[in-house]
């Protein structure tokens, strides 16, 4: 029996986009498969840094932030026009969490993390120069720092994804829902749904890549006994149409100690996040009153002249990596069920989309070669001979 596809990713945000664009360079016939807009799920909802993540930089993640600012540099240089530098401002006040020396030590480590070629070091900024930091508080204020990290436009690099994908040889399907695989011999056999029009493809393979809605998917392709429970992390920002600066800055929360940026966006300013595990629709995800106070508090607190009501707050969901056991070995972002030729992605991250989307692509040939040896060679129909 021949199949239509080597490939079929599910979901079309950052990583199903990144992981379709790395099949088809590595020659899989590809088809991508996202049911509203390209980017239009949680990669919508990021706020587009491309870094080691600094305000969850600890000891205990030092392997993963030094992929993340070596990913940094890769993206910088291979998407100079979606991804550019820009320079954060740390804060550190007398009752901080973080103390000013132990803020220099991390920043330090980032630095050393980054290696050669990267971004420039952080620098501290001379006392007298505090007056231009756009009305911070300057009382109890202790230090501040300056360091570079970098920010991209995710819908435009997830659509330049989808558009190399597609200069590539992958059918790129939108708006069309996945409704349910089914497993055969080969792979699966795929039905999909734009409007009242119900199509079918045969894939030797699906990668997951549907984020907060992949058990609702797993569960359509017959696999939710086999994989692992996802834990989701809620992401709550709030936005104000006034911009409070042109500068961006990482301030500490008055209330738990988090660390939230404030920074220019869409001509006003974003304040954001207050993260806490969710369970339940991904749907149905929203900012409750308690989290949008606890943000417009932190933000009259260092900045007590910027005292205009949000206009809007919104929330997003990111899932966490899995245990070192779920991931059996693997890179904990990715979860493998060889025997069902299925990949799922868990904690995927705008900054990592290039790296992860190249371990997923070794896995899915790896597992291909073995186990299929005598359908290697075999032609795949052209893509463009699935109309939906
Ligand atoms: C608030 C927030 C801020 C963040 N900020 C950053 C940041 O600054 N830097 C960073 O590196 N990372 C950041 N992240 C993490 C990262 O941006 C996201 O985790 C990442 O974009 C998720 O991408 P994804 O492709 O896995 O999921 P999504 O973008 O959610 O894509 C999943 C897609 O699957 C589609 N889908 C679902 N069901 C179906 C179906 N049945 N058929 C077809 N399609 C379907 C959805 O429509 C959606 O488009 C942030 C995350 C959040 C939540």
């Known amino acids: 029996m021949s199949t239509d ?9 950052i990583i199903g986009a990144g992981i379709a664009q790395a099949a088809a360079l590595n020659g899989l016939s590809t088809v991508i498969v ?6 239009s799920g949680n990669t919508s909802r990021s706020n587009k840094l491309v870094h080691g993540s600094l305000e969850h930089f600890s000891g205990m993640n030092i392997f993963r932030t030094r992929e993340d600012l070596v990913e940094r540099q890769i993206l910088m240089r291979i998407a100079p026009d ?12 007398e009752n901080d969490k973080r103390s000013s020396w132990s803020t220099e030590l991390q920043l330090l480590t980032y ?6 070629n990267n971004l420039p070091w952080h620098k501290k900024i001379a006392e007298n120069e505090w007056r231009d930091l756009d009305g911070l508080n300057q009382s109890k204020l202790e230090a501040v720092y300056q360091f570079q990290d970098a920010q991209t436009d995710a819908l435009l690099l997830t659509q330049e994804l989808v558009r190399s994908a597609k200069m590539h040889g992958a059918l790129a ?20 749904t734009k409007g009242s029009r119900t199509r079918t493809f045969e894939c030797r393979f699906i990668a997951n890549a549907t984020g907060a809605w992949s058990s609702i998917t797993a569960g359509r392709m017959g696999l939710l006994s086999k994989i692992p429970n996802a834990q989701y992390t809620k ?6 149409s006034q911009q409070l600066s042109d500068k961006r800055f990482f301030i500490e929360s008055n209330h738990d100690g988090t660390r939230l940026i404030v920074m220019p966006w869409r001509g006003g300013t974003l304040v954001g996040a207050t993260e806490k595990l969710f369970t339940g629709n991904p749907e149905h995800v929203k900012p409750t009153a308690e989290e949008v106070e606890k943000l417009v508090s932190t933000v009259r607190h260092h900045f007590p002249h910027f005292n205009n009501p949000p206009s809007q707050a919104w929330s997003g969901l990111g899932s966490k990596s899995l245990s ?13 069920l060889d025997e069902s030729r299925y990949l799922g992605v868990y904690g995927g991250q705008l900054t990592s989309y290039r790296i992860l989307a190249e371990k997923a692509v070794i896995n899915i040939l ?16 052209s893509s463009s001979s699935i109309s939906i």
Not at 111 to 116: F, N, Q, S, V
């Open 5 to 13: 596809f080597d490939l079929c990713v599910i979901g079309g945000g």
């Open 34 to 39: 996202e049911r509203k807009g390209w980017g």
């Open 82 to 93: 979606l991804i550019k530098p820009y320079w954060f401002y740390l804060p550190i006040f």
């Open 111 to 116: 630095d050393i993390l980054a290696g050669k």
């Open 173 to 192: 399907l939108c708006p069309v829902n996945f409704d349910e695989a089914i497993k055969t011999a080969d792979g699966y056999s795929v039905q999909v």
């Open 235 to 240: 992401s709550t920002y709030i936005e104000f």
């Open 324 to 336: 070192r056991k779920q991931a059996k070995g693997l890179d904990r972002r990715l979860f493998l």
């Open 366 to 381: 790896r597992i291909l070669n073995e186990t299929i040896e005598d359908t290697l060679n075999k032609p795949f129909v």
